[in-house]
């Protein structure tokens, strides 16, 4: 990963935890655990794990609705030519980390 990709990436990440946690409707506590650029910079994709677990189908989807919303607030904050398409998926691995780290408090 390129300095200048790795500092987009950065950025998105805090700005999208700025602007999910802005947006959000206090149902549930969303946070951004990483994100993912194209070499490019056209695409990107930001990771979120969500509690309680139950509200997880709810918040990724408020969250893929305000997509149009945050690529506007990326524009407004960010100084680059392109402005990255963002995806927003559930951050699968931090999920198998936090059940491996329950497992192991089990033993």
Excluded at 4 to 29: C, D, Y
Excluded at 82 to 99: H, M, S, T
């Amino acid at each position: 990963m390129t300095n200048r990709n790795e500092k987009v990436t950065n950025f998105i990440k805090e700005l999208g935890a700025q602007f999910l946690g802005r947006e959000n409707n206090r149902t549930s506590l969303i946070t951004v655990t990483r994100a993912i650029v194209s070499p490019d910079l056209k695409r990107a994709t930001l990771f979120i794990t969500v509690l309680p677990d139950d509200k997880e189908h709810d918040a990724l989807e408020f969250a893929k609705r305000k997509r149009g919303e945050f690529r506007e607030f990326l524009k407004k904050n960010m100084q680059i030519k392109v402005i990255p398409f963002v995806d927003i998926a559930i951050d699968l691995g931090e999920k198998n980390r936090q059940k491996i780290d329950e497992l192991l408090r089990e033993k």
